[in-house]
């Protein structure tokens, strides 16, 4: 079966909203049966997998449609983000089911804040999951159903990218939880290895990672601009709202004058030489 090529019949916008109603439906679907189990099981956390795995259980339907070649920009940004998905979710469902019965801090203040709203709220927010999902995945379903782009120059550069800034997101997590894993350094902040360079060279990489499905996305057509705002979209969230700020308070919470002096010799998101 091959998909149609739309390229002409819609207009760019119309193409974006048809992109957007082909991948909420399913979100929908799939973060309100995540919410069922989470209340079951009374563990909110299990909706950061579901979000990582999302992107690939949205993707793999276009890749088992269509002959998959390396002709068409489209398919080297399936590969990617793909990889990326999986990875992501395997590393967060090994942390969060690992320690089923221990739900992450951050939904533990929001039962706190809730109370007896919980449910309902928890409802809303696994629902602005999905359309966040859809939102980041637009780019490649409108390079997928509505623009076949040659492979150029940008998307190699995009496919690169995204390679190297996995590996390096993967080296991120590793050496944290090896640190973790040391009892020696238990009440330390980690700064070793990625970590002296940055103090969050895995949100650094996870950034880096949207900027290469930016390229990736890239189209003469302006399929590529969806790309570029959630590229920009990511680095905001990840400075501001769901990445270093939160961490960065729960940290000097708890490691207390050990983080701060970590924070005066270590830039918070990009990677610098370690000073002496």
């Known amino acids: 079966m091959t998909l149609p ?16 109603i082909v991948g909420l439906v399913p979100s929908v679907l799939l973060f309100g049966a995540t919410w069922i189990v989470a209340k079951k099981i009374n563990n909110w956390s299990i909706v950061d997998v579901v979000w990582s795995y999302g992107f690939a259980l949205l993707a793999l339907p276009f890749v088992f449609t269509e002959t998959f070649t390396a002709t068409c920009s489209y398919h080297l940004y399936a590969t990617m983000i793909i990889l990326w998905s999986i990875r992501l979710g395997t590393h967060l469902g090994m942390r969060v089911l690992g ?7 951050r939904y533990q203040k929001m039962r706190e804040k809730w109370g007896a709203d919980t449910d309902r709220k928890m409802g809303i927010f696994y629902l602005q999951q999905a359309i966040a999902l859809t939102v980041l995945i637009l780019p490649f379903f409108g390079t997928a159903v509505f623009d076949r782009t040659p492979v150029m120059t940008v998307h190699w550069v995009g496919f690169a990218i995204v390679a190297v800034a996995m590996i390096g997101e993967a080296i991120a997590d590793a050496q944290l939880a090896a640190f973790k894993k040391d009892p020696s350094q238990k009440g330390m902040v980690c700064s070793r290895g990625l970590w002296a360079w940055s103090r969050h060279p895995n949100y650094f990489c996870e950034w880096l990672i949207w900027v290469g499905f930016a390229l990736l996305s890239w189209s003469p057509n302006l399929f590529g601009i969806p790309g570029i705002l959630c590229a920009a979209t990511m680095y905001y969230l990840l400075n501001y709202v769901t ?3 939160i961490t960065e308070g729960h940290l000097v919470h708890s490691k207390g004058e050990a983080y701060r002096n970590y924070q005066q010799k270590v830039p918070a ?3 610098r030489p370690p000073r002496p």
């Open 269 to 271: 998101f990009w990677p």
């Open 5 to 20: 090529n739309y390229t002409g019949e819609f207009s760019t916008l119309s193409s974006v909203l048809l992109s957007f």
């Open 99 to 105: 320690h089923l019965e221990t739900e992450d801090g």
């Open 243 to 245: 990445g270093v700020a």
